[in-house]
């Protein structure tokens, strides 16, 4: 089945699924000593077209992996990826060709993500003549100079001469969300899009990547530690812990009423000018516990205030705490 | 805090040398740090932030040059410094905590020993059990248990690695720590976390910081007062509370508009259009007035100085302050 027969969904409707994925990976080489690690532990998202989800949390929270597993790097252990109603692990030949078109990736390193050695001309040339064998030379070539146009590269016949090194880590990623537009996709998967560009050019590709979602009626997955632009960009944020989703919601809901006690401890150490530091340190940073098969309970427990008993045997399930906002924890 | 400053900056001026040209990255800057302050430097990459730093702890090597001014520590000019007396003015005045901890420590010496040397090299005569006992008390300044002393680099977490730097930093209790993006590779917690223990170890020993960031939100909430540079100036310095509620210069009000607020309602920000000039094509007047929204005639013609600017305490480079 072709993906591009099917009909598009209903606005409202997600066009990129995600139920109850688990993800594991083993470490460690020795036959009978090896851990099985849950990166991934009954993570459910949808993406809608036209909207944006941020995926929170600190590094190895495990929200490179959800991407990954939405590009269909990896198979889920469990659960089910399903794009327009298909089951994305039954996708073979063509359909998965045409699946790797929809769903897009930009990733964190403008300066690793494009081949140094070729120019800006053939970067967007490759998919183009990969994914869309019927366009000629000259159409190509309108095509990509049209790309680079929409991403704010002008003059575009300009920049589709010169290579990665001649320009500024804004301008590749720029090239880089104009290579992932060049096929038309329904989804973009960004991680840490912004997270290695200066201040000043941070706004102008989250302004971009507002403006493609928009116009394009783009989904957008977006990851970033930066709880601050997540409410900026994306309409909803989901707060991720080792492998677990521990509380989803509208991102303004998230960051002005934090309901789970590790989305609050995330909330009180982001930067904020209003205030000024005083006081003892206290440590509040801890590592991420490594989830196993044989852990149990909520992963936060060990670091948490308001952890009991309950907390160290059983993960709740979420709790709906306002409209559309859940968080899963005993005590809320 | 007294009113006699730790370090003085006047007309600083560092270029980079290339093999037919000149480049001026930092371009006759003045600003004084006072004993216990925490000072920061904003702006954009390139504006000349780290440059300036490194040419306070005369660290600019090839193909940087400081080329003009003079910087004052305690009254001494450290621009003319002996080989003898830079020696004790590293480190044991003035200390560095780089950015990246993976690259700052050595991957195959235990931590302990690392601390050490930096120690030895400015006390020859300490003992080992000095040394030791110093890098034992060290760790538990900044949170570490000693029993880790004798572990490698890679043993410990990025924000351990960059405590253990703060440590190195404090051994021998320098006047002045310089702190280029101490907490930038780290997650939000993290940095929180290392952030208040250094303010801890500030009041505690009374050092001066000089902070960057180009956290601006970060910078505000840790420093006493800021400098705002662009492309190689300084274009305001004021108190850091004054740089978010009342900005005085167009650059640092499109600075702060940069940042996506973590309250309130949600509207899109236009931040600063365009990008920072290249220093080998610099415009005429204020550098900055081909991005300024609120440039007059005169700014493209006449670069303006620092002015006091009532509203502040502070200072401020712009035509349409007069």
Same mark, same amino acid.
């Given at each position: 089945? @072709?993906?591009?027969?099917?009909?598009?969904?209903?606005? @409202?409707?997600?066009?990129?699924?995600?139920?109850?994925?688990?993800?594991?990976?083993?470490?460690?080489?020795?036959?009978?000593?090896?851990?099985?690690?849950?990166?991934?532990?009954?993570? @459910?998202?949808?993406?809608?077209?036209? +909207? =944006?989800?941020?995926?929170?949390?600190?590094?190895?929270?495990?929200? @490179?992996?959800?991407?990954?597993?939405?590009?269909?790097?990896?198979?889920?252990?469990?659960?089910?990826?399903?794009?327009?109603?298909?089951?994305?692990?039954?996708?073979?030949?063509?359909?998965?060709?045409?699946? +790797? &078109?929809?769903?897009?990736?930009?990733?964190?390193?403008?300066?690793?993500?494009?081949?140094?050695?070729?120019?800006?001309?053939?970067?967007?040339?490759?998919?183009?003549?990969?994914?869309?064998?019927?366009?000629?030379?000259?159409?190509? +070539?309108?095509?990509?100079?049209?790309?680079? $146009?929409?991403?704010?590269?002008?003059? &575009?016949?300009?920049?589709?001469?010169?290579?990665?090194? /001649?320009?500024?880590?804004?301008?590749?990623?720029?090239?880089?969300?104009?290579?992932?537009?060049?096929?038309?996709?329904?989804?973009?998967?960004?991680?840490?899009?912004?997270?290695?560009?200066?201040?000043?050019?941070?706004?102008?590709?989250?302004?971009?990547?507002?403006?493609?979602?928009?116009?394009?009626?783009? =989904?957008?997955?977006?990851?970033?530690?930066?709880?601050?632009?997540?409410?900026?960009? $994306?309409?909803?944020?989901?707060?991720?812990? $080792?492998?677990?989703?521990?509380?989803?919601?509208?991102?303004?809901?998230?960051?002005?009423?934090?309901?789970?006690?590790?989305?609050?401890?995330?909330?009180?150490?982001?930067?904020?000018?209003?205030?000024?530091?005083?006081?003892?340190?206290? +440590?509040?940073?801890?590592?991420?516990?490594?989830?196993?098969?044989?852990?149990?309970?909520?992963?936060?427990?060990?670091?948490?205030?308001?952890?009991?008993?309950?907390?160290? /045997?059983?993960?709740?399930?979420?709790?709906?705490?306002?409209?559309?906002?859940?968080?899963?924890?005993?005590?809320? | 805090?007294?009113?006699?400053?730790?370090?003085?900056?006047?007309?600083?001026?560092?270029?980079?040398? %290339?093999?037919?040209?000149?480049?001026?990255?930092?371009?006759?800057?003045?600003?004084?740090?006072?004993?216990?302050?925490?000072?920061?430097?904003?702006?954009?990459?390139?504006?000349?932030?780290?440059?300036?730093?490194?040419?306070?702890?005369?660290?600019?090597?090839?193909?940087?040059?400081?080329?003009? %001014?003079?910087?004052?520590?305690?009254?001494?000019?450290?621009?003319?410094?002996?080989?003898?007396?830079?020696?004790?003015?590293?480190?044991?005045?003035?200390?560095?905590?780089?950015?990246?901890?993976?690259?700052?420590?050595?991957?195959?010496?235990?931590?302990?020993?690392?601390?050490?040397?930096?120690?030895?090299?400015?006390?020859?005569?300490?003992?080992?059990?000095?040394?030791?006992?110093?890098?034992?008390?060290?760790?538990?300044?900044?949170?570490?248990?000693?029993?880790?002393?004798?572990?490698?680099?890679?043993?410990?977490?990025?924000?351990?690695?960059?405590?253990?730097?703060?440590?190195?930093?404090?051994?021998?209790?320098?006047?002045?720590?310089?702190?280029?993006?101490?907490?930038?590779?780290?997650?939000?917690?993290?940095?929180?976390?290392?952030?208040?223990?250094?303010?801890?170890?500030?009041?505690?020993?009374?050092?001066?910081?000089?902070?960057?960031?180009?956290?601006?939100?970060?910078?505000?909430?840790?420093?006493?007062?800021? %400098?705002?540079?662009?492309?190689?100036?300084?274009?305001?310095?004021?108190?850091?509370?004054?740089?978010?509620?009342?900005?005085?210069?167009?650059?640092?009000?499109?600075?702060?508009?940069?940042?996506?607020?973590?309250?309130?309602?949600?509207?899109?920000?236009?931040?600063?259009?365009?990008?920072?000039?290249?220093?080998?094509?610099?415009?005429?007047?204020?550098?900055?007035?081909?991005?300024?929204?609120?440039?007059?005639?005169?700014?493209?013609?006449?670069?303006?100085?620092?002015?006091?600017?009532?509203?502040?305490?502070?200072?401020?480079?712009?035509?349409?302050?007069?």
């Amino acid at each position: 089945m @072709s993906l591009a027969a099917m009909t598009p969904p209903a606005a @409202s409707e997600p066009v990129l699924e995600m139920r109850d994925v688990d993800m594991r990976f083993v470490l460690g080489g020795l036959v009978g000593k090896h851990t099985t690690l849950r990166a991934l532990s009954g993570i @459910s998202l949808k993406l809608t077209p036209g +909207r =944006a989800l941020a995926l929170v949390g600190e590094s190895g929270s495990g929200k @490179s992996t959800c991407a990954r597993m939405l590009a269909r790097v990896y198979e889920p252990a469990s659960g089910e990826i399903s794009f327009r109603g298909t089951d994305v692990a039954t996708l073979t030949g063509k359909a998965l060709t045409d699946y +790797r &078109a929809q769903v897009q990736m930009i990733f964190q390193d403008p300066f690793g993500s494009l081949n140094p050695t070729q120019t800006i001309g053939y970067i967007l040339e490759r998919p183009l003549r990969l994914h869309r064998p019927g366009l000629n030379g000259a159409e190509v +070539r309108a095509e990509s100079e049209a790309l680079l $146009a929409q991403v704010g590269l002008v003059p &575009a016949a300009e920049f589709l001469k010169r290579r990665p090194h /001649e320009l500024s880590g804004g301008q590749r990623q720029r090239v880089a969300i104009a290579r992932a537009l060049s096929v038309n996709p329904t989804v973009l998967l960004a991680d840490e899009p912004t997270s290695m560009l200066d201040v000043s050019v941070r706004l102008g590709i989250l302004n971009l990547l507002e403006d493609l979602k928009r116009e394009k009626n783009l =989904a957008a997955l977006y990851i970033t530690h930066d709880i601050a632009t997540a409410r900026y960009f $994306a309409e909803e944020t989901a707060v991720m812990y $080792a492998g677990h989703l521990v509380e989803q919601g509208p991102s303004q809901a998230i960051t002005d009423q934090p309901r789970h006690p590790y989305t609050q401890l995330l909330i009180a150490a982001v930067p904020n000018p209003k205030n000024k530091i005083t006081g003892a340190a206290v +440590r509040r940073a801890a590592d991420i516990p490594l989830w196993t098969a044989e852990s149990r309970g909520c992963p936060f427990a060990p670091r948490c205030p308001r952890a009991t008993d309950i907390c160290r /045997e059983i993960m709740p399930d979420p709790t709906l705490v306002g409209d559309g906002h859940t968080a899963r924890c005993h005590h809320l | 805090m007294s009113d006699a400053p730790l370090i003085e900056v006047r007309n600083l001026t560092v270029d980079y040398v %290339g093999a037919n040209s000149v480049s001026r990255a930092v371009n006759g800057i003045d600003f004084d740090i006072r004993p216990g302050e925490a000072f920061g430097l904003a702006g954009e990459s390139g504006c000349g932030k780290s440059t300036v730093a490194f040419a306070l702890a005369r660290l600019t090597r090839l193909p940087g040059l400081v080329s003009g %001014g003079a910087v004052r520590f305690m009254g001494e000019d450290v621009l003319s410094f002996s080989a003898e007396r830079l020696r004790r003015y590293r480190w044991s005045e003035v200390s560095f905590v780089f950015q990246s901890a993976m690259n700052a420590l050595n991957p195959v010496i235990k931590v302990s020993e690392q601390i050490e040397d930096a120690i030895l090299a400015h006390r020859p005569r300490a003992s080992r059990a000095e040394t030791l006992a110093r890098a034992a008390e060290l760790f538990e300044l900044v949170g570490i248990s000693p029993r880790r002393l004798d572990d490698y680099p890679h043993q410990f977490s990025g924000g351990m690695r960059q405590r253990i730097c703060i440590a190195m930093a404090l051994a021998l209790e320098p006047r002045l720590i310089i702190m280029d993006e101490p907490t930038t590779a780290l997650d939000v917690v993290v940095q929180r976390d290392i952030i208040e223990q250094i303010c801890e170890l500030k009041a505690r020993f009374g050092f001066s910081v000089l902070f960057i960031t180009h956290d601006l939100g970060l910078m505000i909430e840790f420093c006493d007062r800021i %400098g705002v540079m662009y492309a190689g100036e300084l274009v305001e310095v004021a108190p850091a509370s004054a740089i978010l509620t009342a900005p005085q210069h167009p650059y640092t009000r499109a600075l702060g508009r940069s940042f996506p607020p973590l309250s309130g309602p949600r509207f899109r920000l236009e931040g600063i259009a365009g990008s920072p000039p290249s220093l080998s094509a610099l415009p005429e007047g204020c550098r900055f007035s081909p991005r300024c929204g609120e440039a007059i005639p005169v700014c493209v013609r006449l670069a303006p100085e620092l002015r006091p600017t009532p509203a502040t305490g502070g200072e401020a480079a712009c035509h349409l302050l007069q």
